[in-house]
């Protein structure tokens, strides 16, 4: 009988606040059993409550174990086959769930060939490929919806969760793969055929590998999608299975970090017309925060796994070209956000003087009817007081035109001499800024 394990990524919109595991952890501990207390009645677990030890250890207590100053799971849970919708050809065996921070939910399985498939198919090796797939695809959206969503009520309904954990309204969508792994009976000839048209079609590397894992050289085949893996040696299978769960973490989290940072990144480009400014300064920033989060995390796995378990996973991630394709792209694109972020700095500089400006202008200009009224004062009082016009030799003076105009006459060309100069202003000030 056929047996596949997989294990799939899916978005959700959950992840704790960057940084608040260093800064508030005592905090964020007591929040975790508070949640703890509330979803006594489900089969979950919570490693970062205060009731575990995981938060207490001391880093590299162990040579040969993975020891992580703080687990990377979040919360953990299984459901039973009761709870799982029935498929043609396969039968649920196990099903469980890991949410991580960034917006990681990874599920994972195990499923059987039920008694009722059709013999014709036996040895398809794209049907099987295709059947693990939909179920693995309809298995992972089942826990989003029902598992994470109910888990996602409570964390709402705990008063301070807006301290401490960021919740956002991400809609199901398509797990970003399911890896499917096949179980090699050893001693069943039609099983390493099945396992060499697994995974025949992916590359040479995998057509010559599988004779190894068939003849006991290898314990697995784990490199792209479709793996293959000997039951007989299963602490070799599980430390990979494992160090493939958290290299799939890390390229999930990353992928989706890269992904808002583009989204953000596009936003930026637009028309200002067409966007709020303090959003986008939000959201880059927000972005940005997480990003440096998760490159401060992953330099934190690679100091703190154990030896075997950073080579499998630098095996996993240098398998899929993590550095080039993801982690640098990352870098860069908080590059251009920091980039971003300053010239938006600039311009609400620029638009925050203008104003200062505009009213100090304002106060300036108005000095302009301030000094043609007194004049035109001081022109009238010296007409009939000769003392304060003693040393004023001949006629025709200005101070005399100015004193015969008509008051509103001087009103009127002052206002307008200070609303041409403040239109004047702004213009050349808008055109320094642009």
């Given at each position: 009988m056929h047996e596949f394990r997989w294990m799939a990524p899916i978005r959700v919109g959950f992840t704790s606040s960057p940084?608040?595991?260093?800064r508030e952890p005592a905090r964020y501990r007591t929040f975790w059993d508070r949640v703890a207390d509330r979803a006594s009645d489900r089969p979950w677990s919570f490693p970062r409550a205060s009731s575990t030890d995981d938060l207490a250890r001391i880093g590299w207590s162990k040579a040969a174990a993975d020891v992580l100053h703080r687990p990377l799971?979040?919360?953990?849970?299984?459901?039973?086959?009761?709870?799982?919708?029935?498929?043609?050809?396969?039968?649920?065996a196990e099903l469980g769930w890991t949410l991580y921070d960034h917006g990681v939910l990874l599920v994972e399985g195990r499923l059987e060939v039920a008694a009722t498939a059709t013999a014709e198919h036996w040895d398809d090796a794209e049907h099987w490929e295709q059947a693990v797939q939909d179920a693995g695809r309809d298995l992972t959206r089942l826990c989003a919806e029902l598992e994470y969503a109910a888990l996602e009520s409570i964390l709402a309904a705990v008063p301070d969760h807006a301290d401490l954990l960021m919740l956002e309204q991400v809609p199901v969508g398509e797990p970003l793969w399911v890896t499917r792994s096949l179980a090699l009976d050893p001693a069943d000839p039609?099983?390493?055929?099945?396992?060499r048209r697994w995974v025949?079609?992916?590359?040479?590397?995998?057509?010559?590998?599988?004779?190894?894992?068939?003849?006991?050289?290898?314990?697995?085949?784990?490199?792209?999608?479709?793996?293959?893996?000997?039951?007989?040696?299963?602490?070799?299978?599980?430390?990979?299975?494992?160090?493939?769960?958290?290299?799939?973490?890390?390229?999930?989290?990353?992928?989706?970090?890269?992904?808002?940072?583009?989204?953000?990144?596009?936003?930026?480009m637009a028309d200002h017309k067409d966007i709020s400014v303090g959003s986008l300064r939000t959201a880059l920033q927000a972005a940005m925060n997480q990003a440096q989060e998760q490159l401060m995390l992953m330099t934190d796995i690679r100091q703190q796994v154990s030896r075997q378990t950073h080579a499998e996973m630098q095996r996993f991630l240098g398998g899929w070209d993590y550095t080039e394709l993801l982690e640098t792209p990352v870098r860069e694109k908080v590059d251009i956000c920091q980039?971003?972020?300053?010239?938006?700095?600039?311009?609400?500089?620029?638009?925050?003087?203008?104003?200062?400006?505009?009213i100090l202008m304002s106060i300036g200009v108005t000095s302009v009817l301030a000094t043609a009224i007194a004049l035109v004062q001081f022109g009238r009082d010296a007409g009939q007081d000769p003392s304060q016009s003693v040393f004023d030799l001949g006629s025709g003076s200005i101070t005399s035109w100015v004193s015969s105009q008509s008051m509103d006459a001087i009103l009127i060309v002052s206002?307008?001499?200070?609303?041409?100069?403040?239109?004047?202003?702004i213009w050349k000030r808008r055109q320094s800024i642009s």
């Open positions: 940084g608040i595991l260093d799971e979040v919360v953990t849970g299984t459901l039973t086959a009761a709870d799982v919708p029935a498929f043609p050809d396969l039968e649920v039609s099983s390493h055929d099945l396992a025949s079609e992916i590359d040479s590397f995998h057509r010559e590998a599988i004779e190894e894992v068939i003849s006991g050289e290898r314990p697995l085949l784990a490199r792209w999608l479709n793996h293959v893996y000997r039951p007989d040696r299963g602490a070799e299978v599980e430390l990979s299975w494992n160090a493939l769960k958290k290299a799939q973490f890390c390229w999930s989290a990353m992928h989706w970090i890269d992904q808002t940072l583009r989204e953000i990144l596009a936003w930026s980039q971003r972020l300053e010239v938006l700095a600039e311009e609400r500089a620029a638009r925050s003087s203008i104003f200062t400006d505009i206002l307008l001499l200070s609303i041409v100069l403040v239109v004047v202003f």
